[in-house]
């Protein structure tokens, strides 16, 4: 896409000034016909090849919808409006739902029946309707070359604005209480894919995802700066995970940390030294990325892991069940937030918003009397996204970038701040030089 855009800017002034001369020109517009056909199947406009000849009527008429689309004339030309256009910043979601607009157009104007003219909202469809109202959102983490401060500030003018077009009301949750929109800051890959990757400054925002609600919004750091347009982006250190969050963590019984995210892992030794990252499959073959939970038990040393309905269990780098099992047969919750394994009851214990699951052994079937509320743990929070016990008996529980410490005698939560700063065994503290990271 940057290549593209920088092909159409460049040839810009001379389209809209002259000065080519004819075999010049010949040669420019081939290569912006080949940039356009490109962007229009990347947007979903163009979903085959089109013929070479300039008068190809595919090509014309995907000009048009476009065209529509962005609200100019409908030419079926590669004009400058167009051509600018194309250069703008935008989502990277293809407008499959406009094509369908468009087609409903052309088809009534045909038929002599109308059409409706508005277009159809691009996101995700929850197949009910949604009468929530007021909305409640939290920050993860922030940039590392913006202040606090003005981070909030940015997303608190964008929230209002949105709520002065419309009946929702926005507010920002405390980071003890669960929130209905999470925004996290991410580089690269954000846990939608490699694919989806977020491509870097003056490239398409958002990769192919939509908005989900409740869940999470994603974008990238753009060197953005709250007085300045542009600026240049720091650069970013030590591992990957400390800068925006994790699927899942566990600890062996060696005190060696696991901390998964997308389809790698790092290992981090007890005294805070970090691996590089490690393939997923490399290490348990059939296990899939983005995995939502795991722990080890620290009688035998299995791994269990869980996504979905869906759990496996390793020994080593082996199955021990062959194959994943449906681990909802069993009574465990599907999509759960977290697993632990609790040394006093020499149990796997999942956590799954704010209810929690003791397992008997094995790891498959839920113990009587199962699940109960987290009001049992004593302030630890609802939606943790992991936890694991430490060598001093305590349990330490995450949730995006804080962490709270669990008093085992007193079975007190109390919230403690941020993992990645506080704590130097997570493998943050020495890659970072003590730097702030979020």
Known sequence: MYARVGLLLRALPLLLWGGLDAQLAQRVGQELRREAEAFLEKYGYLSEPVPSSPASTR???????FQWVSQLPMSGMLDAATLRQMTQPRCGVADTDSQVAWTKRVSALFTGRRAKMRRKKRFARQGN???????SYRLVNWPQHLPEPAVRGAVRAAFQLWSNVSALEFWEAPATGPADIRLTFFQGDHNDGLSNAFDGPGKPQGGSGAIQLPGKL?????????????GRRPETRGPK?????????????????YIFQGNQF???????????????????????PHIEAAAVSLEDGDFYFFKGSRCWRFQGPKPVWG?????????????????????????LILFKGARYYVLARGGLQVEPYYPRGLQDWGGVPEEVSGALPRPDGSIIFFRDDRYWRLDQARLRA????????????????HANSGGTLF
């Not at 090509?59 to 919808?65: K, L």
């Not at 007890?270 to 499959?281: F, I, K, M, R, T």
């Not at 009574?331 to 609790?342: I, N, Q, R, S, V």
Request: with cysteine; net charge neutral; charged share 20%.
């Open 59 to 65: 090509f014309s008429n995907a000009i048009r919808e």
């Open 129 to 135: 309707k949604w009468y929530k109202r007021h909305l």
């Open 218 to 230: 994603f974008t990238d750091f753009e060197a953005w700066d709250p007085h300045r347009l542009q």
């Open 241 to 257: 995970y400390c800068h925006s969050s994790f699927d899942a963590i566990t600890v062996d019984g060696q005190h060696r940390l």
């Open 266 to 288: 790092w290992e981090v030794t007890a005294d805070g030294n970090v691996s590089e990252p490690h393939p997923l499959q490399k290490r348990w073959a059939g296990l899939p």
């Open 323 to 347: 194959s994943p099992q449906l681990c909802r047969a069993g009574g465990l919750p599907p999509h759960p937030d977290a697993a632990l394994y609790f040394p006093p009851l020499s149990r």
């Open 414 to 429: 109390t919230p403690s701040g941020r993992w990645a700063t506080e704590l130097p065994w997570m493998g943050c503290w």
